[in-house]
C-alpha cells in the first residue's frame, strides 16, 4: 500500500507549505507549486514538474496522471495536509511542484516579439499578460524588480499556464535592457496618455517590444525616455483608461496583426 502523508510536521510539507507565501521562498527552495488540474495538466505536459502531490480522496480521479508522471515523483496527502497546500478557494485536490526559473540572462537568439512589465503589481495582470502572449505568439517577457512574481499562485492560475511557454527575464535596470534592444533594431513602444493615436500611428519595426506599465501610474519615466514609439489607446466613452492587461493585449494582438497579416 502507497504511503501517505498526514503530518503538517512532515518536512517536506513544511517546505511546500510556504511557496505559496512569500516570493523568498520560492527562490530560496527553487520551487513553486502549481495547483489545480488544469495547472498540474500543464506542467506535466510541459516536463516541468518535479513531483505530483494528490489528495487521498482524489486517488481515483487522477489515476491517469499518477500512472504516467513523466518522472515527477508522486506523493499522496492526507485531505487535511492537501488543504493546507493549497491557495485556492475550491481545492482540487492536486498540486505540481515545479522548480523556480533561474534568472535568463539572455534572450533567445530568435526572439523578435518581447513584452516588458514595468512595475505591474497585481499578480492577476502578470497573470493575464503571460496568457495572452502565449496565445498570441510572444516569444518572451521581461520584467523589472517591482513587477509580480509570475510564479505566485495568483499569477499561475491567470496564466492557465502560459508561464510554463514563456521565459521570463528578471532586469535590475530595465530602462538599460530596453535601451541596448533599441540599439540592436528593437521598436520599443510604450502606451501614454499624451502620445500620438494608436491606430494613425506609423508602421512598425518586425522587431517590437511592448511596454506595460504600473496599474496606477503607468510607465515610469526612466522607461519612457527608452521609447521609440509613445501611443494612446482611444477613450471613445467615459472611462479614462484601461486595465493595464486588457490595454497590452489589445497592443500585442494589433501589432501582431500588422506583422503578420498586412501587407508592409
Known amino acids: 500500500m502507497t504511503e501517505i502523508i498526514t503530518s503538517l510536521q512532515n518536512p517536506q510539507v513544511k517546505t511546500w507549505r510556504s511557496l505559496n507565501k512569500t516570493r523568498s521562498a520560492r527562490l530560496e ?25 494528490i489528495s487521498d480522496s482524489a486517488r481515483e480521479k487522477y489515476r491517469a496522471l499518477a500512472e504516467n508522471p513523466k518522472g515527477a515523483s508522486v506523493y499522496y496527502l492526507a485531505d487535511h495536509v492537501m488543504a493546507a497546500l493549497c491557495d485556492a478557494k475550491t481545492p482540487q485536490g492536486i498540486i ?118 504600473n496599474e496606477g501610474q503607468g510607465v515610469s519615466p526612466a522607461v519612457m525616455r527608452e521609447a521609440t514609439m509613445r501611443l494612446k489607446l482611444p477613450m471613445l466613452g467615459g472611462a479614462e483608461s484601461l486595465n493595464a492587461a486588457v490595454a497590452g493585449a489589445i497592443m500585442m494582438y494589433d501589432f501582431i496583426r500588422e506583422i503578420r497579416f498586412s501587407e508592409r
Open 96 to 213: 505540481a511542484v515545479c522548480g523556480y526559473p533561474q534568472a535568463e540572462d539572455t534572450l533567445p537568439s530568435d526572439a523578435a516579439l518581447l513584452v516588458a512589465l514595468d512595475g505591474v503589481q497585481d499578480p492577476g495582470n502578470v497573470g493575464t499578460v503571460l496568457r495572452t502572449m502565449d496565445a498570441a505568439g510572444v516569444h518572451a517577457l521581461l520584467m523589472d524588480e517591482k513587477t509580480a512574481d509570475p510564479y505566485g499562485p495568483k499569477a499561475l492560475r491567470a496564466s492557465m499556464g502560459g508561464v510554463f511557454r514563456i521565459p521570463a527575464f528578471s532586469c535590475s535596470d530595465l530602462p538599460k535592457q530596453l535601451r541596448v534592444l533599441a540599439q540592436s533594431g528593437f521598436e520599443i513602444i510604450a502606451g501614454d496618455l499624451r502620445g500620438e493615436p494608436f491606430y494613425q500611428r506609423r508602421k512598425a519595426k518586425e522587431k517590437l517590444c511592448v511596454v506595460i506599465g
Open 29 to 53: 527552495s527553487g520551487l513553486f507549486l502549481a495547483e489545480g488540474e488544469h495547472m498540474a495538466g500543464e506542467a506535466l505536459k510541459e516536463n516541468k514538474a518535479r513531483a505530483l502531490l
